[in-house]
């Protein structure tokens, strides 16, 4: 091995993402390119176009990766990818390209699930903020690196992965250098930044819609709209359900603690009651002919896919990707659409830190992580950070670019599973429903 450099390779979804990190610990270069501007139109991820517009982009990020880093493929001893959860096709473009690369170097593969990515994405910062004290990585010996995992995370930890597909949580413990992880909580419809996509869709602002919420929300009046979250019965849950056809979905909500279980399909009906009792719709679709103009006329263009022309987001966080438009969404926007906004936001984060503040008193958890594309919210991290604070509980976040989906957190994962000699399978393909 020379220095322990992984190339990270990232398609699940929306970017296409490839990064250069150094021992799980010290990003050299994390390029990512959105396909924003392909979905918004659409008002979500539109598979086929994800998967096309990562077959355009693939190879000319990686290079962008490589000539960040100042290395070339000769230098790298690893190559990792997403290979699950996400969409099928978009997961075959990262995999295919990455078994090639892999076999054509003579690389070890490493295959990671996208949520131990998201989780790795808190350690990895953790891990660089530590070296940033000691002035860098120690010098390269193999013998040693055996333990390095263990001597930097040595501590087990609750982490809720909060995106646009997953509100997940899990016992994270490090073991043996590498990490174990428990289920605990999940959502058992919509994910929590699903929720966001579809509200901000229906108020007629952009694409993704957390951004557009998190920006608005601080002008409404949180306690405007009393939403609630009732308390989920598992078993009513499930009844009617033909007993395991899901075995993937069903099984493990059966056996979770229903006061861990999260649901975010009653708030968005609840908005969607909202806006027509009120009348808001017409008020809606103005505002988003006035912010979209582009998206409401004919037939989208495809004509812009030149890199330069993409924007990469390494140092944008997302929250800021909309600056321009968001004086001009608030404008938009009359007091009660900003409270119901605010109070949605309220709502929503409320539940988050109730279950997840629980499961961390259950499993007695020294320490919580949030991560994923909802944990760049601005509400939340202030309101887990006070409520951590007031209980004693240690709380970490990713950095903003490190919270919504880049390939350092892929690369950063592989590292562990590369030690311990987890390499993937040959016959390694795409599984679009991976649990973790
Ligand atoms: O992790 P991510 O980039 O992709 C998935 O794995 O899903 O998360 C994307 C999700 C979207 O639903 C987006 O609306 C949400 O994260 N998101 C936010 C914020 N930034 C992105 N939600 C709330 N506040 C934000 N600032
Ligand atoms: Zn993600």
């Not at 600056?323 to 969404?329: F, L």
């Not at 109070?343 to 409320?350: D, K, L, N, P």
Request: charged letters at 20%; one cysteine or more; a negative charge.
């Amino acid at each position: 091995m020379g220095h322990g450099l992984i190339l990270g390779i990232e398609t699940s979804c929306d970017e296409t993402a490839a990064a250069i990190v150094e021992r799980g610990s010290h990003t050299l270069a994390s390029v990512v390119a959105s396909q924003i501007a392909t979905h918004a139109r659409y008002g979500g991820v539109v598979p086929e176009l994800a998967s096309r517009e990562h077959l355009r982009a693939i190879v000319p990020v990686v290079r962008a990766a490589l000539a960040e880093a100042n290395v070339t493929f000769a230098d790298l001893d690893a190559i990792a990818v997403t290979c699950g959860p996400g969409l099928a096709g978009a997961l075959l473009v990262g995999i295919t390209y990455a078994k090639a690369l892999a076999f054509a170097r003579n690389l070890p593969l490493i295959a990671v699930n996208h949520l131990e990515g998201h989780i790795h994405a808190v350690l990895l910062n953790e891990r660089e903020e530590r070296l940033a004290k000691v002035r860098g990585l120690p010098p390269f010996e193999q013998n040693t690196l055996e333990g390095w995992g263990t001597q930097v995370d040595d501590e087990s930890a609750l982490a809720l992965v909060v995106s646009g597909g997953h509100t997940h949580l899990y016992f994270a413990q490090p073991a043996h250098g590498s990490w174990r992880y428990r289920l605990v909580g999940r959502t058992v419809d919509d994910a929590a930044g699903e929720a966001y996509d579809k509200v901000a869709k229906l108020l007629g602002l952009g694409y993704p819609g957390g951004p557009w919420i998190d920006a608005l929300a601080r002008f409404g009046n949180p306690q405007a709209v009393p939403f609630s979250f009732s308390q989920i019965k598992t078993k009513v849950h499930l009844a009617g359900k033909p007993a395991r056809t899901k075995a993937a979905k069903t099984a493990p909500i059966a056996a979770l603690d229903p006061h861990f279980l999260f649901s975010f399909s009653g708030i968005k009906t609840a908005v969607l009651r909202y806006v027509e009792l009120h009348e808001l719709r017409t008020e809606a679709e103005t505002r988003s002919a006035r912010l979209f103009p582009a998206h409401n006329t004919g037939a989208p263009s495809f004509e812009r896919f030149e890199l330069e022309g993409w924007e990469t987001t390494k140092p944008n966080p997302p929250s800021t990707q909309i600056p321009q438009t968001r004086e001009e969404a608030l404008a938009l926007c009359p007091q009660p659409t900003l409270d119901l906004i605010a109070s949605f936001q309220h709502a929503v984060i409320g539940d988050l830190m109730k279950k997840t503040f629980a499961a961390a008193e259950a499993l007695d958890a020294p320490r919580i992580l949030i991560t994923g594309g909802v944990a760049a919210n601005r509400e939340l991290r202030e309101r887990f950070m006070a409520e951590a604070e007031r209980r004693g509980l240690r709380i970490a976040f990713p950095t903003l670019a490190l919270s919504t989906d880049n390939a350092a957190m892929i690369a950063a994962a592989a590292w562990p599973r590369l030690l311990a000699g987890e390499l993937a399978p040959p016959e390694l393909t795409a599984d679009p429903s991976l649990t973790l």
